[in-house]
């Protein structure tokens, strides 16, 4: 990947939204992320005939909130942070960065942004195909060098496995918990250990006297919370394994 000959990162400037038409502006190397973690989007998506973007809100269980997407693409990658139990939250178009580049000055939206465990993440969504533009590659180059001199990690996103992101599409159905039978988990959760190498099917059949859609639905809500874990590289079927959480 190119690098830009040139970023001054000692007056890189961060722009933010406390609130819808609200806008602060920060030094990036004084920024701190809770703000930004909290920040309203960026921008807002508009509804218009022939639009070529699929835009949209997707209810997210780690931010028990909505959270904007502005193509199928995003709504992939904000899936997977949904899915992943490193993400504490998940904030969308958190900021504006503008920074002097190659002495021009330059301005760029990101996508996401992540409370890890391991810290800030920022992504950038990018369809594979447009990775080795030279104008992608140096916009990619000059924030990533910012982001990494304030600390934070910095990622570009593409087109991920198309079997893992349907399975957990499909998970995503069961993520809200509230909608899921709480005497049918509690059941689950006292046998889980005995149902770890066993089939989907099977720790349906173990709970008795339950219709079945609803215990399904709380396997299926476990393997979503990653209770239970399982191959989400192959098609779920009844016949997948369930496997340790640990």
């Known amino acids: ?44 998506f508009r509804w218009y005939f022939g639009q ?24 992939a990658a904000l899936l997977l942070a ?19 580049v190659d002495g021009k000055a330059r301005r760029h939206i990101l996508d996401y942004m992540l409370d890890t465990i391991d810290g800030p993440v920022v992504i950038d969504v990018v369809r594979r195909e447009r990775l080795s533009k030279p104008k992608i590659q140096l916009l990619c180059s000059w924030t990533r060098q910012i982001l990494d001199s304030v600390g934070w990690s910095y990622e570009m996103v593409s087109e991920p496995d198309a079997v893992r992101l349907a399975n957990i599409r499909f998970l995503a159905g069961y993520r809200r918990g509230w909608l899921v ?51 989400l590289n192959h098609p779920l079927e009844r016949s997948t394994i369930l496997e340790s959480a640990s």
């Open 52 to 75: 070529r973007h699929y835009s949209g809100t997707y209810w997210s269980a780690t931010k028990h909130d909505h959270v904007i997407y502005e193509s199928r693409l995003e709504l």
């Open 1 to 44: 990947m190119s690098a830009p000959d040139c970023v001054d990162i000692d007056s890189a400037v961060i722009a933010y939204r406390p609130a819808v038409g609200e806008q602060r502006s920060i030094l990036a190397k004084d920024a701190g992320p809770s703000d930004l973690y909290a920040a309203a989007p960026w921008r807002t």
């Open 82 to 100: 949904d899915f992943d139990r490193a993400v504490r939250g998940i904030a969308a178009q958190p900021f504006q960065l503008m920074a002097e």
């Open 181 to 231: 039978n709480e005497p049918i988990l509690d059941e689950l959760r006292a046998c889980s250990a005995d149902l770890v190498g066993t089939s989907i099917g099977d720790a349906e059949r173990r709970i008795v006297g339950r219709p079945l859609p609803l215990v399904r639905s709380a396997v299926l809500h476990m393997l979503w919370t990653q209770e239970f874990t399982a191959d």
